[in-house]
T-cell receptor, first 114, second 114 residues
């Protein structure tokens, strides 16, 4: 089955700096890569996703890049703010399958200091 | 539109007892997923319902776990008898179609087995 590795496990940045979280996956068939943000006491919330036919996607201060050949994808957050502090999870899945299960990384605790 | 809801939010039980977790998906979502996160590890898939049928239960750890989705609406996950290693956060997610993308997560049930 699919195996997703995520690094780093913790990340501390100063407000206004950029943050980068990296993930690798093992199954070359995976074609959908969502990122979830989990705030304290809440469930994971989708913040951005990318499909394998796209190399990069941006949404305001958040961007995701995908390298299919190397089987890795990254989340980039620019101009970080204290409210970006949360646990971030990357995941991989196979769209078009009737199964739809997500394979998650272990999460990255991001702390943004004011 | 109401999101995915889960009950209870927290549960503390003793080893050997029974606990039942409930999930109410977003109205109209045929697909319902259960996941679990053990402290510091990845969010792991448990099973997937399409309406009232189990589409994929390959992630269920053992026969102490029983999931149901009578009538294709809400779902329950029963652990009987509970063991120490069952402690963790149990998430439920729902989506309109598995071939689509976004899975919407509930806030989770934090289970502690003493």
């Amino acid at each position: 089955g699919e195996n997703v590795e995520q690094h780093p496990s913790t990340l501390s940045v100063q407000e206004g700096d950029s943050a980068v979280i990296k993930c690798t996956y093992s199954d070359s068939a995976s074609n959908y890569f969502p990122w979830y943000k989990q705030e304290l006491g809440k469930g994971p919330q989708l913040i951005i996703d990318i499909r394998s036919n796209v190399g990069e996607k941006k949404d305001q201060r958040i961007a995701v890049t995908l390298n299919k050949t190397a089987k890795h994808f990254s989340l980039h957050i620019t101009e970080t703010q204290p409210e970006d502090s949360a646990v971030y999870f990357c995941a991989a899945s196979l769209l078009g399958s009737t199964l739809g299960r997500l394979y998650f990384g272990r999460g990255t605790q991001l702390t943004v200091w004011p | 539109e109401a999101g995915v809801t889960q009950f209870p939010s927290h549960s503390v039980i003793e080893k050997g007892q029974t606990v039942t977790l409930r999930c109410d998906p977003i109205s109209g979502h045929d697909n319902l997923y259960w996941y679990r996160r053990v402290m510091g590890k990845e969010i792991k898939f448990l099973l997937h319902f399409v309406k009232e049928s189990k589409q994929d239960e390959s992630g269920m750890p053992n026969n102490r776990f029983l999931a149901e989705r009578t009538g294709g609406t809400y779902s329950t996950l029963k652990v009987q008898p509970a063991e120490l290693e069952d402690s963790g956060v149990y998430f439920c997610a729902s989506s309109q179609t598995p071939e689509g993308k976004t899975q919407y997560f509930g806030p989770g049930t934090r289970l502690l087995v003493l």
